[in-house]
């Protein structure tokens, strides 16, 4: 009888355990922040930066730039040279490409967008 309590408790738990990995799965709940970078990069930067790699529009490609833009100016991490790039883009020219990058976004987007925009930027490892 000790045996058969101990079994039925076993299973209970057993379900139990099963239903909770169920109803903890994971779902993808987009992160408002990354969501708002996306909208201030689409409205301001896609005309002239794919995410496509290699792919040249005005400007380079901004695919894997969290990445490239640690090793750009010796000294400055991938977050300092992007911020640079988007408040002071004539401080340094990319290789191949004129300073045509618009000059006034620190007036133009407010720091919540550039919070977002920088958020999102360091996504594209
Ligand atoms: C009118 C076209 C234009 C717009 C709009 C523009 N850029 Fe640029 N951007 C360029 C050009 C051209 C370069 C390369 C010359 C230079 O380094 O300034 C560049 C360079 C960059 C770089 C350096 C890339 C590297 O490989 O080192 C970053 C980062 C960048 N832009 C981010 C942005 C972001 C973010 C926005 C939107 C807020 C933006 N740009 C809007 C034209 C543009």
Same mark, same amino acid.
């Given at each position: 009888?000790?045996?058969?309590?101990?079994?039925?408790?076993?299973?209970?738990?057993?379900?139990?355990?099963?239903?909770? %990995?169920?109803?903890?799965?994971?779902?993808?709940?987009?992160?408002?922040? $990354?969501?708002?970078?996306?909208?201030?990069? %689409?409205? &301001?930067?896609?005309?002239?930066?794919? !995410?496509?790699?290699? %792919?040249?529009?005005?400007?380079?490609?901004?695919?894997?730039?969290?990445? !490239?833009?640690?090793? &750009?100016?010796?000294? +400055?991490?991938? $977050? @300092? +040279?992007?911020?640079?790039?988007?408040? &002071?883009?004539?401080?340094?020219?990319?290789?191949? +490409? @004129?300073?045509?990058?618009?000059?006034?976004?620190?007036?133009?987007?407010?720091?919540?967008?550039?919070?977002? !925009?920088?958020? +999102?930027?360091?996504?594209?490892?």
């Amino acid at each position: 009888m000790k045996n058969i309590l101990l079994f039925v408790a076993l299973i209970a738990m057993t379900l139990a355990a099963c239903s909770e %990995t169920v109803a903890t799965e994971p779902t993808s709940t987009p992160d408002p922040l $990354i969501e708002e970078g996306i909208k201030v990069y %689409t409205a &301001r930067c896609a005309q002239c930066h794919a !995410l496509e790699p290699n %792919t040249a529009i005005i400007g380079p490609s901004l695919a894997g730039i969290a990445t !490239l833009a640690a090793d &750009r100016i010796p000294g +400055y991490d991938a $977050i @300092t +040279y992007i911020e640079q790039s988007i408040l &002071r883009p004539s401080d340094y020219l990319v290789e191949g +490409y @004129t300073d045509v990058m618009p000059k006034n976004f620190g007036r133009e987007l407010t720091s919540e967008q550039f919070n977002a !925009l920088m958020a +999102y930027l360091m996504t594209l490892e």
